[in-house]
């Protein structure tokens, strides 16, 4: 999957939310278990996706799973700058 980012953080989530929604749509339609598995490897567990739906019922879950892919994979950037920094 390629995927293509503009400069300007508000802009990239907006253009990397678009690209994966219709990767998520088409996996969750015609391929469910590398769906899973894709979750699996970002550590996006089926707990904290049935604890987000609870929490905001009005999105479906097409549109819930790309925003918590980034939002996981974005606390997996800052953790590891936060640690790197303590490092030094």
Not at 15 to 38: E, G, K, T
Not at 49 to 65: C, F, G, H, R, Y
Request: glycine fraction near 2%; include cysteine.
């Amino acid at each position: 999957m390629k995927i293509e980012l503009t400069e300007g953080l508000e802009w990239n989530y907006d253009a990397l939310f678009c690209q994966l929604l219709p990767v998520i749509d088409r996996l969750m339609q015609n391929d469910y278990p590398r769906l899973l598995s894709l979750l699996y490897q970002i550590d996006l567990s089926p707990a904290a996706i049935n604890i987000a739906k609870t929490e905001q019922p009005d999105i479906s879950e097409n549109e819930l799973i790309p925003s918590l892919i980034i939002y996981r994979e974005f606390k997996k950037v800052v953790f590891r700058m936060y640690y790197s920094s303590i490092k030094k």
